[in-house]
Structures are given as C-alpha cells and as structure tokens.
C-alpha cells in the first residue's frame, strides 16, 4: 500500500450521544488513520457536542465543528430535508482544499469500523485504478441480540460510510444537497468512467435504534421519492414496490414505497436537472431489468 494515502473524513451527525464515542474510537484506531477527520454536529440536543469536545482533546486528527442553523420550520424526518448532504459539504468547506487528499470519505457517527476497514479498502482502490467510490457493508443490531446484514446491491455503497478517490469526487462534482444524493453520486461516477462497488468482506457496524413501523413506512415513502428525484423509471419502481413488498410491514412497504414516487410526481418535486445523467439512468435501468447488469455496473437501490 502507498505510503502516499492520505483521507480526509467527514462526518455529519446530530443527537448521536448514544454510538459517537464508539464511533470515534474505532477510527482512532484504525491501522490507517485518516490525515484529518472533520466532525459536524447537526444542532444536538442531547450531549453529543460536549461528547465530542471530549474526545476531540484525545485524537490529534479529529476537529469538531458545529454546523449550520437548522431550516426554518418543523420537519418530523429531518432526512427529508436532506439534512446529511448539507451538512457534510459544510464540514468539507471547513477543512479547507480536500484536493490536498487523495481520498475523501462519508462516515456517519454511528458506525464502527473494524481496524482494518481503511487500510484494507485503499489496497482495493490502488488495486484497480478505475474503482472510484467504494465502501463495505453494515450489520445491525437486533432486538434478540444478534446482527442482521443490511441488504444493498453490490454496485451500491451504503451512504453512511462512502470512500471517494479525489478524482472520482472532482469529477462528479461532489455531494448533491438533496434527497438521493447516493444514488445520485454513484450514477455520476459511472457516467464518469469510474467503478463503485460494495464489497461483503469489510463489514462495519451500524449502531442505531431500530425505527418504529411508522418510521419505517416513512421512510420507505422517502425512497419513493428519491427514486422520482433520480429519474427512475415508473416500470422499474413498480418492479422494486413488489420487492419492497415482502420486507415488513408485509404489503405496505411496498405501497408506501410506490406512494412516495407518486406524491413527489403529483408535487413535481424538483429532479436531477441533467438530460445526459437521465439518458444515462435509464439506459441502466434497461439493462437492469433485462438481466444484462456486469460487475462494476447498475444504478444503486
């Protein structure tokens, strides 16, 4: 591995009091730490902030920030205000030029990373230099005690801990402030000519409470909209509604799911402004759905 890598991390998070310290010491102790790591903190109420100021005294590479005002208003689901891509752009504005990295990485605050996870995956990257966006998989805990694997398609990297070359990030012109913005980055990165791939060997932690059936329905709607946002296609989305279907709630995973494309339609939700990124999602889906999809290819769930 070239002694020559150097990553920059950002992390925005807020009300993370419960995982953040779990958080920060497995990147402190990762065989490959990180040249800087920058750490938002989205308007915690719960102590996450006076955590982290902590902690920031203990790891030489780790700064703290807060972020900025909250939009006016209430929202019940602040990921639909798409609060994660603002505020990791925030922190990426205050590490000053990431271009003086050669990497760049998403890294949600409660996620725990094996020691391994960094250096193993930047041997990927210098592996194979067309690979571009890259991350491995998450596991959750359970309410029996015991982990269950979140299921994502290969070509898809999980948006909470998402590991971009610079050249790949400079050419998609970074992190989009909306609702699927990782769908988005991936789709921008293969029109781009770089490959993104998950890969089921590096496996990390999810620490988070497991939603409410409400939650769940919401955010199943959410990915509705994220799909509309996208350009994805009414055939393909009726397709994934189906499949959505089976996960619990049984039936209305998939109607909610299929509700939220419809909602952000009828509301003329404001989507990816770009002819050749639509041309180019569609050709994939095409491919998708007659079964022609090779490694290193696809759109993201």
């Known amino acids: 591995m070239s002694p020559q890598a150097r990553i920059l991390i950002v992390s925005p998070g807020g009300n993370e009091a419960a995982h953040i310290e779990r958080a920060v010491r497995a990147v402190a102790a990762q065989e490959l730490p990180p040249a800087r790591w920058i750490v938002v903190d989205d308007c915690s109420d719960d102590g996450t902030l006076e955590i982290l100021r902590r902690l920031e005294a203990e790891v030489a590479f780790l700064t703290v920030i807060e972020g900025p005002p909250a939009p006016a208003g209430p929202v019940r689901d602040r990921l639909a205000r798409a609060a994660a891509p603002r505020t990791f752009n925030f922190g990426l504005a205050a590490a000053g030029d990431w271009r003086a990295y050669t990497h ?9 990373m094996a020691p391994g996870y960094l250096r193993e995956l930047i041997e990927r990257f210098e592996a194979d230099p067309q690979l571009g966006l890259a991350g491995g998989v998450l596991d959750e805990p359970t309410l029996d005690g015991g982990m269950r694997r979140i299921q994502i398609p290969r070509v898809h990297v999980h948006g909470a801990l998402k590991l971009y070359t610079r050249e790949c990030f400079e050419a998609i012109d970074g992190v989009q402030e909306r609702l699927g913005w990782d769908t988005i980055d991936e789709t921008y990165a293969r029109m781009r000519g770089f490959k993104v791939w998950s890969f089921t060997d590096l496996v990390s932690i999810h620490h ?31 397709l994934r509604a189906f499949k959505i279907a089976t996960r619990r709630p049984y039936g209305l995973s998939g109607l909610f799911f299929f509700y939220g494309y419809l909602r952000a339609a009828a509301r003329r939700v404001e989507r990816v402004p770009d002819r050749e990124y639509r041309r180019f999602t569609h050709r994939e889906l095409r491919r998708r759905m007659l079964g022609a999809l090779v490694p290193y290819q696809g759109s993201a769930q």
């Open 208 to 238: 988070r409470p497991l939603g409410s059936a409400d939650g769940t329905l919401r955010g199943h709607a959410r990915h509705g909209e994220c799909a509309y946002i996208a350009h994805f296609t009414t055939t393909w989305v009726g």
């Open 104 to 112: 760049v990485m998403k890294l949600d605050g409660d996620i725990e």
